[in-house]
């Protein structure tokens, strides 16, 4: 809603603001069904007192195109002089309604709606700080790129096999012994979760994922028709798995390094024990293992380089580490599931940036990309120190937390239930945005997923006390 009324015209602001809503009706732009946003928001969307609002409301509400509902808000409405108006429109309320594909939690919404505001103190925020980027870095390197006429063309079904190849030697690294035709280039983590959930499993599969997950703040295997089941990593998980998975295919998500949100690592003990359980009951393994490169600690084992029996999809990723905007992430597997995954891809995106994968392509076969890993990792740890410090002093008596062991936060957990909505919102109008516990777990009203990554060190120091003094206990 980027129109407002001109303050300078012959009409009036409730003229022109009745108007522009009734051309937005007219044009199918507001559909029937589709909600305005409350009257506060809309004041202050156009630039107007609330009273102009209120007015423009009313009249519109008179002429019949629209209603209140009571505790819902106000609606276009489906009156007979709207019939009328909409016989030329399908109903496109109806169609979102019905579709396949659901909708983000409404936290997520306005999580998704304010990170876009300059003025908000971001303290969950997943991404890079701007000045952690190495933008001019990447600027340089353009200029020792170059580029042929079938290099920015549609790439290969796979990807760019320049980047295959250089993905398959770097990737030794970690352990993972790959051909370049066992790896497929995805934009990012989560367009292979897409991938994975349409690609290889029946509708009603079962998706195992550790307690709290990730996976319950964005929806690619449940939009697919899949159960989540959230389990917990003890001595019953073989039990656990046997006795839920049933005649249904199933497959478990795991984030063993780093985890997201918790920050937690699998010990070398527990990936082996995992590996072994899902290879018993032939369960497939996602390994998630984006964050792996920022680890503070010497490096973990990757569960894929303990795969014997082509066992575990294992996903990469450069957005949390060189560029989110690069779009650039992999899939390794069986070259069966990858060459079905390649084909899934071409179906709805005929392949990532040809740009993009040349830039990453450089950046690892040249060296760049772990020279600035390692100074990445170095900024991260003094940034983690710096929250460390402020929680010590200020969190002490009401919240607990581990140290962080890398990547980008830290599990904050307050002494009582107090991460509400309630809560989420007053921070919002205090222009700090948080990522509260519940949308990882619906059930938990305790924790903050805390964010080290993204806000200055100014504004990480003025966000944590917004946050101490807004806490009722």
């Known amino acids: 809603m980027n129109w407002k009324p001109d303050r300078h015209s012959h009409l009036s602001l409730h003229i022109q603001i009745v108007d522009w809503f009734t051309t937005r009706i007219e044009q199918g732009e507001w559909p029937v069904g589709t909600k305005l946003p409350p009257q506060r928001k809309l004041a202050e969307l156009l630039g107007v007192n609330r009273s102009t609002i209120i007015e423009v409301l009313d009249e519109l509400k008179a002429d019949g195109l629209l209603e209140t509902k009571r505790g819902a808000g106000t609606f276009v409405s489906n ?31 306005l999580i998704n709606e304010y990170e876009q505001v300059s003025s908000m103190i971001r303290l969950g925020t997943g991404e890079l700080s701007p000045d952690l980027l190495p933008t001019n870095l990447l600027e340089q390197s353009l200029q020792s790129i170059s580029l042929h006429a079938r290099d920015i063309g549609y790439s290969e079904p796979k990807g760019s096999k320049k980047l295959r190849v250089v993905l398959s030697d770097y990737l030794q690294k970690r352990g993972i012994h790959t051909s370049p035709e066992s790896i497929l280039i995805v934009s990012g983590a989560l367009q292979a979760l897409q991938l994975i959930s349409v690609g290889l499993l029946e509708p009603q599969s079962i998706v195992f994922q550790e307690h709290p997950s990730y996976l319950n703040s964005v929806h690619p295997f449940q939009s697919a028709g899949m159960h989540m089941l959230s389990i917990e990593r003890n001595e019953h998980l073989a039990e656990t798995l046997k006795a839920t998975r049933g005649k249904r295919q199933s497959l478990f998500y795991s984030m063993p390094t780093l985890h997201n949100p918790t920050g937690n690592n699998l010990t070398i003990e527990e990936r082996k024990e995992l590996l072994r359980i899902c290879a018993e009951l032939q369960i497939p393994i996602v390994e998630d293992d984006v964050y792996a490169e920022l680890l503070f600690a010497e490096s973990l084992p990757a569960m894929k380089s303990m795969d014997q029996a082509g066992q575990v ?16 992430g992999w899939v390794v597997a069986p070259e069966p599931v990858i060459n079905r995954l390649a084909d899934i891809k071409m179906q709805t995106d005929y392949g990532s940036s040809a740009f993009s994968q040349e830039i990453v392509a450089h950046w690892l076969s040249t060296g760049l990309y772990e020279k600035h890993v390692a100074s990445l990792r170095q900024q991260l740890k ?3 120190l710096f929250v460390e410090t402020i929680l010590e002093k200020d969190f002490d008596q009401i919240a607990t937390w581990e140290k962080s062991k890398g990547g980008f936060y830290i599990w904050l957990r307050f002494n009582d239930p107090v991460v509400n909505k309630a809560l989420f919102l007053k921070l919002i109008k205090q222009s700090v945005l948080i990522n509260p516990g519940y949308i990882y777990d619906p059930n938990d009203l305790h924790h903050i997923r805390l964010s080290y990554a993204y806000a200055t060190l100014e504004e990480l120091k003025e966000g944590l006390n917004i946050l101490l003094t807004s806490v009722d206990f």
Do not use: C, D, F
Request: net charge positive.
């Open 382 to 384: 003094e940034r983690t």
């Open 79 to 109: 009156n007979s002089w709207n019939v009328l108006l909409n016989k030329s429109q399908p109903n496109w309320h109806k169609h979102i309604e019905a579709s396949i594909h659901k909708p983000n939690y409404h936290t997520i919404q």
């Open 313 to 328: 999809m294992y996903i990469g990723s450069v957005s949390k580490t060189l560029s989110p905007g690069l779009r650039i």
